[in-house]
């Protein structure tokens, strides 16, 4: 299937803020981290994978809707991300990988 020319093949990542301990919790300090891409002409929804590999989505991987922004709280690590445009069920052209560091 061709890729129609206005999705974005990458997804942008902005952390915000400095690392912060969440309340009553022993685990490691957080940071919010938006996820923003480009919107797929013929989606109806879009899944945000996250995690350790680009095998791994163990952190993150859920349907966000049909929007092309997400934030997550995620603990610091080196993560790997993409979305999957979806129509309907079907799966459509992912996005490339793109990485940070929290």
Do not use: E
Not at 11 to 18: E, I, N, R
Not at 73 to 99: E, I, N
């Amino acid at each position: 299937m061709a890729q129609p020319a206005s999705m974005c093949r990458k997804v942008d990542v902005l952390v915000h803020g400095s690392a912060k301990k969440k309340p009553r919790h022993p685990s490691p300090p957080v940071r919010d981290v938006a996820f923003l891409w480009g919107s797929d002409t013929n989606a109806t929804s879009y899944v945000l994978q996250v995690g350790p590999s680009t095998t791994a989505f163990t952190r993150f991987n859920a349907d966000v809707g049909n929007v092309v922004t997400a934030t997550l709280s995620l603990s610091t690590g080196h993560y790997y991300m993409r979305v999957v445009p979806y129509q309907t069920s079907t799966a459509l052209t992912p996005t490339d990988f793109s990485t940070v560091t929290v």
